[in-house]
């Protein structure tokens, strides 16, 4: 039998698999190329994610600090603000921390999407309160993309990121919320020395007529209702044993006169650390410290919360009627107490008002700006007596709450656009 034909055959069959296996390895050749094309695209991209991060936070640190020399202050202030962008941006890292950053440019505007121009010195410099920072980083190489430049058609280069932070001024935070209290603008005129003790008659209205004195307020401040006519005592009330007035109406908004309210005595030394009647302690705070200011035993009459920063580290108790001249009963809470179940209750925010258009038996005058005050005494609740604490009580004025440093704001964290306090730098993009 010849069978030379079937060895044929499966010499044949034998060379098929020699076909294929070349076709595979070009296959898994390719495979390959595409498999480490998106592998280095996955890690390429992270690489420059990490620097765009790394260039961004420089952008928004130089932008930050440009931004707080915007003050309008200083005719020179765009020159001042590009040095300090500048400086801050360029103590950041890039490439994993490993290459100092230059800053590109810093520019200034006068309105967010305005046009943005160097840094000038002289009129007109004042009115640009936006600065703008833009960092970049070139020629920054792949890893593992460039094997995609293999395929027809295909040249990736070297990458360039690109960040940019816009800043500027804006109100922050209020810690301190208002206490149910107006002081007249015409006794702490913005040049008003900080420290200064602002002056309230408690007793019923002297006369009449159109002198401010003489209205119902009778004196530099008087209490007053943010929501008239509705509220009265009870809600007056609330605001000092609560945390006070914490959602501020805007400036221009009417507020209420509450006349003369005897009442409130309580709520007010609840602040102090002082219990009587309906006030409970569970519901009402006391401050770090109770201790009290008079001109008894502060005769200056002027600047007494530099003591008061070193009676509330010590959490000084109310020192007693000896010690002040004043009227007060109730139950005194203790240091150890005031330690542990106090809070920042006698820094507080109050309304700046209009008190000549309260003349002529007008009930609500507008706020015209809000003021950081410290409560500084107890008010007497019991019958009888005159004097500190019964027909006046006192308040240091701290200056205005938007001042740089205000005790009655936060550290430097912005608010909305309608808050009050101290101007600080703010990312707006």
């Given at each position: ?60 640190a130089c932008a930050l600090a440009a931004a707080r020399e915007l003050t309008g202050a200083n005719t020179n202030q765009l020159v001042i603000a590009e040095a300090a962008g500048i400086t801050t941006g360029e103590r950041h890292n890039v490439m994993f921390q490993d290459e100092q950053i230059k800053v ?193 035993n502060w005769p200056s009459k002027f600047n007494a919360f530099s003591d008061f920063l070193n009676k509330r580290g010590s959490n000084a108790a109310y020192q007693g009627n000896k010690d002040t001249g004043l009227n007060v009963k109730g139950t005194i809470k203790d240091s150890t107490y005031l330690k ?90």
């Amino acid at each position: 039998m010849n069978l030379s034909p079937i060895r044929s055959s499966c010499h044949h069959y034998e060379r098929l698999p020699r076909k294929e296996a070349g076709a595979v390895a070009v296959v898994v050749a390719l495979s390959l190329v595409g498999l480490i094309g998106a592998a280095g695209l996955a890690l390429d991209v992270g690489k420059l994610y990490v620097a765009k991060t790394e260039l961004q936070n420089s952008a928004d640190a130089c932008a930050l600090a440009a931004a707080r020399e915007l003050t309008g202050a200083n005719t020179n202030q765009l020159v001042i603000a590009e040095a300090a962008g500048i400086t801050t941006g360029e103590r950041h890292n890039v490439m994993f921390q490993d290459e100092q950053i230059k800053v590109s440019s810093v520019t200034f505007s006068d309105m967010l999407a305005g046009s943005y121009q160097d840094a000038f010195s002289g009129p007109g410099a004042t009115n640009l309160r936006f600065a703008r920072c833009e960092v970049n980083r070139s020629g920054i190489a792949n890893w593992f993309i460039q094997i995609l430049n293999l395929f027809p058609g295909i040249d990736i280069g070297d990458q360039t990121v690109v960040a940019s932070a816009v800043a500027t001024l804006s109100p922050s935070q209020i810690t301190s919320c208002a206490i149910p209290v107006g002081i007249c603008i015409d006794d702490v005129p913005p040049n008003t020395p900080v420290g200064t003790w602002v002056e309230s008659v408690l007793g019923p209205p002297r006369g009449g007529g159109n002198n401010k004195d003489n209205v119902n307020l009778t004196g530099n401040f008087m209490w007053v209702d943010f929501t008239p006519p509705a509220g009265g005592a009870a809600e007056l009330a609330e605001l000092l044993t609560g945390p006070g007035q914490c959602n501020l109406p805007a400036l221009g908004s009417q507020v209420g006169q509450a006349g003369v309210i005897s009442s409130l005595g309580n709520d007010w030394n609840s602040r102090f650390g002082i219990y009587q009647g309906n006030v409970n302690q569970s519901d009402a705070r006391p401050d770090y410290s109770g201790y009290a200011y008079t001109e008894i035993n502060w005769p200056s009459k002027f600047n007494a919360f530099s003591d008061f920063l070193n009676k509330r580290g010590s959490n000084a108790a109310y020192q007693g009627n000896k010690d002040t001249g004043l009227n007060v009963k109730g139950t005194i809470k203790d240091s150890t107490y005031l330690k542990e179940n106090g809070e920042d209750r006698r820094l507080a925010t109050a309304a700046v008002v209009d008190c000549d258009a309260l003349a002529g038996g007008n009930t609500t005058s507008a706020v015209v700006d809000w003021a950081c005050v410290m409560m500084l005494h107890p008010i007497n609740n019991s019958q009888g007596g005159s004097g500190t604490g019964s027909t006046r009580m006192y308040l240091e004025y701290l200056g205005r709450s938007n001042m740089q440093n205000s005790p009655c704001a936060t550290n430097g964290v912005p608010a909305g656009p309608n808050a009050i306090g101290p101007m600080v730098p703010t990312l707006v993009r």
